[in-house]
């Protein structure tokens, strides 16, 4: 079973955000189908210069998670993805890029 990628709400794919107040949002899936969601992971990747990961496990019922400024640095692009876990462990993603500034 596959479940549908959630609708990342904010950061909006590229976004310049102030990082002290970033805020992850997305939109549920629906369990359509048999399809039961578990839960969420969120990961924000920096991938220039040295890769730095945040990697974020959420239940079911989380549609949003604080990036930490301390994670965040100026001017530098950074990717989040969310992903929609079914039961079974299958899960789908949706990602944005967005800079911090």
Same mark, same amino acid.
């Given at each position: 079973?596959? #479940?549908? =990628?959630? @609708? &990342?709400?904010? #950061?909006?794919? $590229? ?12 939109? =549920?899936?629906?369990? &359509?189908?048999? &399809?039961? &969601?578990?839960? /969420?992971?969120?990961?924000? !990747?920096? @991938?220039? $210069? ?8 959420? #239940? ?13 640095? #100026?001017? !530098?692009? /950074?990717?989040?993805?969310? %992903? ?6 299958? %899960?789908?993603? !949706? @990602? ?6």
């Amino acid at each position: 079973d596959i #479940p549908h =990628g959630p @609708e &990342i709400l904010a #950061p909006r794919d $590229g976004a310049v955000v102030d990082r002290r107040g970033v805020v992850a949002r997305w939109a =549920g899936v629906a369990e &359509i189908g048999g &399809i039961e &969601i578990s839960g /969420y992971r969120a990961i924000v !990747t920096r @991938e220039e $210069g040295s890769l730095r990961i945040l990697s974020v496990d959420l #239940p079911a019922s989380a549609r949003k998670v604080t990036i930490p400024r301390e994670f965040l640095e #100026p001017g !530098t692009e /950074y990717k989040l993805e969310v %992903q929609s876990i079914e039961r079974s462990g299958n %899960q789908t993603l !949706t @990602e944005v890029t967005f800079r911090a500034r």
